[in-house]
């Protein structure tokens, strides 16, 4: 564990995520500063107040979905959301960083226009292939739980073999499900191939489809379109991971009854706990880079 | 596919699993009369009373759970419960077979007093192994929703290395949860060691329950009593996959607010249609050898 | 680690593996008088003469192989071969266990003939079990030094899923080998689907020889014989596990242009460490059992 | 399979995996012109002077390992050496492809020189992977080789987690070793963690090699120096991978008693064939991009 003694950060919204993360930072010699997280012990200090809670802090960790289109903080313990201003924001020492899970372009614009340094942590490598762990295993849950079948013996496609599709393959094998990787790059066919998964390239997809029990899209482009779902069964099941929208045409698939579910963020859904902890495991190193002393 | 041509039996009550396995049967050449079953058909005749649906078969296959203690027959489709009694099963010829998958003692000597022949099917290797399938998947699909982290990277200790064991604890380590099997054979033990599993002896499991994430019991006997459930972390996990009563001390367990969860019969809950399947493919072997001609 | 104190127990014979076993009883306290063996240490007594390493010892411990069919003394180290004789074993107190690998007819009717206890490690299930791995291992590499091609992808046949059949088709599916089990037993076919494995009845061998890489025999019975070996592609490597004279026709297997090599005895060979390892694993608690105190 | 059909190409040199390529072009509708190969068939026209071999085609593949420092073609066949040098190359047409495992500087600078089009097939990513598993297998076998114990069970660090060191890794484990992932870039090491994999900054290397029973090397770089090599027991056996001149002291090893194999190239040697079939996977898209027609 690296010792962050010295240290004083903030950490306003979030989830159980953040509760974990509270509770890494604090142990590890932080003073962590709270908003709105039921949270309590030594080295935290929860404040009823944003302006309070900002105050002589060095660095600022807001929740992994940011804020929502009305600028107002990701929160499941605050009664009334906290829209987050540049008035607030720009309480925090200039060049201060500010962590985020993901931020869309109101926030990021906001956050540079107050010269604070923002981090976007699901754009890590590192962190995104740890979060492909938890959303492996809940999209696993999820076809578990809409399937009469079991995953073992079932036949299953992964779409895309990035950082999700790797580990999700991985894991649907290891299952002994029947799995597909589909995907368009001869290296990333190469490793499937290594790692003992059939491999298939995207222009072959078309040959797949008749007897599929189960689909995972990780691509983040339409990919399943009409000319696609019409080939499916209308037993098989899709579920899609990739950020919204998603890859799939999901009123084409409503319309030829097949069963579609849109399934973004699932490690804060399926496991916060897990989730908190890979925040935890890499929050501390970028603290200490990026924390001016 | 074995032919069953010329073969005519009766399937009354049941659930998903039933329609499976009616669908198969008549796929394979038998005449399947039914009772209380949304199925039809070519070679499928619906009856709308039962003694009209035994005239004339050679065979009666009841549901897997059988009939509950007031002699009734499992049904998920009937309106009005159906009792099974002498009468009714006296119109099979003498000596005709009688499947079911469990059967209570009331129902086992109700059957041999007539002169027919009863066929338990879960006490068969081949399908206790088969339903060790989807009893893992489900037991997995439980601690999925029930616990905050990922099967990945969790401490798992599954108790007992039978049928179901075997399939629980490679299924976890599969997934790459930390897996300890606790078994009492030395030939067992070795079969984890062969496996990769971490293997204990029964006699060691107090050293083991310090710092684990979720129980697994398979032991039809009382293993997690209280003076083992005192040493367990609160938030440990606790299912008890052993038919009831279980393997669990319930009371104690809540006493001492560690969650445990009795999960007997998942395969018919979680995956009817691959339950069904595996019906499907053990019966007609059975029926051929049974069935006199 | 048991605790040995107190014992004395002879080791006569044998290789690398009785070198490891003697210095894990030394370890735990036992006194070891040993002949042909270079070994030495605290607790370890190395004899010249057979009748002085036999003066006062309570338990005998033979080589894995046992004597040759001359009544020899299997050993490694031995210039002279010794003849295991009454007389040699009538030193013993009477009822002593006499440990031994293997015990042909001979040995063990002579053995028993002066009232000693004699006991076959090999027939125990778990010496079984955990020979099976350095089996496997040892099949797996005599597979790799003769193919030109790699185990991943290679279509591969496990005839018998017993002790050894199981730990090899396991670690050859692991390995991303094709791999086929053929059985008989209904539960053994159903124990290797549950491990995702490709199950096949015997009866359906002849039609998945087409297309193999490379046979793995474990049935100690004339399975690969003329009939089956006319089928095999002439590329097809055969490999037989079974104790000699293993399950091939060797005759037709050359005649036909079919290599085929016996291999018994593999994990004395391949991993002799590891097979000392698992003497020692066992042997102990043999030696608490029936060492009368 | 793509169609080649209408090209027309040399092979010159090679060993068994060339053989298996020419096969494969030729079965694919290709003209193959051969030098120093015995091989022969349909499409295949073996040449005995490389002026003829080089006549009418329209690119030429040269053997995976390419020349030696005297510029001689790498052959397992020929008799005489034959010397690559510029009067021979500029018979094929300019800006035709030459086709090459790797190609020291001074080859690599006479084909460019010529105005042909080098492509190093060794470089590409697809190709790297895919050789990653005979050299995965390799390292195994020779491990299995040289230890007297078995993979399974026993402590193995992998260090680099690049393309080969991925396989070899996921191919430890499976086998059931314990099995440490050394790497610097914490993506790789989140891609470990991933995969069930132990994973350990390099930093950490040290606090690794006090049990350890083989260490695997794919960094080229010294990072198996002498102050790493004192930490290591004098019975553990290391493996280096890496591209001569390996990453290992060897000197230092020596001295210390440590066994240490530098072990390069090993997809030709432990699987000529599977190597083979890989180049035949790669080659024709590349003709058919690079043949100007």
């Known amino acids: 564990m690296q010792k962050l003694t010295g240290l004083i950060v903030a950490v306003m919204g979030g989830d159980a995520r953040e509760v974990t993360l509270v509770e890494h930072l604090a142990d590890a010699g932080a003073t962590v500063k709270t908003f709105g997280l039921p949270v309590s012990g030594g080295n935290i200090i929860p404040c009823r107040e944003p302006e309070k809670c900002l105050a002589g802090v060095q660095a600022l960790i807001l929740p992994v979905p940011g804020v929502n289109q009305y600028m107002q903080l990701h929160s499941a313990y605050l009664e009334r959301p906290l ?15 500010v962590l985020v899970g993901m931020a869309r372009k109101p926030l990021r614009e906001l956050v540079e226009s107050i010269g604070l340094d923002l981090v976007e942590l699901m754009k890590l490598d590192e962190v995104a292939i740890l ?13 578990m739980e809409s399937m009469p079948i079991t995953i073992h013996g079932s036949k299953a496609i992964v779409l895309g073999f990035g950082r999700t599709g790797q580990t999700l393959a991985q894991l649907l094998s290891a299952m002994h499900a029947q799995t597909t990787v589909v995907a368009r790059d001869p290296a ?3 490793r499937a191939v290594a790692m003992g998964l059939k491999a298939v390239h995207f222009n072959e997809l078309m040959n797949c489809l008749s007897d599929v029990d189960v689909i995972f899209n990780t691509v983040p482009a339409p990919v399943l379109d009409k000319d696609v779902l019409v080939k499916v069964p209308s037993t098989t099941l899709i579920i899609d991971l990739a950020s919204a929208p998603g890859g799939t045409d999901f009123a084409s698939a409503e319309e030829l009854g097949v069963k579609a579910i849109l ?5 804060g859904k399926v496991a916060p706990k897990t989730a908190g902890r890979i925040l935890a495991q890499v929050v501390p190193r970028i603290l200490l880079q990026r924390v001016k002393h």
Chains 1, 2, 3, 4 share one sequence.
């Open 131 to 143: 979060n492909s762990i938890p959303s492996a295993e809940g999209a696993v849950q999820m076809a």
């Open 188 to 190: 990333q066919l190469a």
């Open 263 to 267: 399934a973004p963020g699932l490690p």
């Open 83 to 97: 829209k987050v201003t540049g008035e607030l924001l720009a309480l925090l020492p200039s060049g201060s960083p």
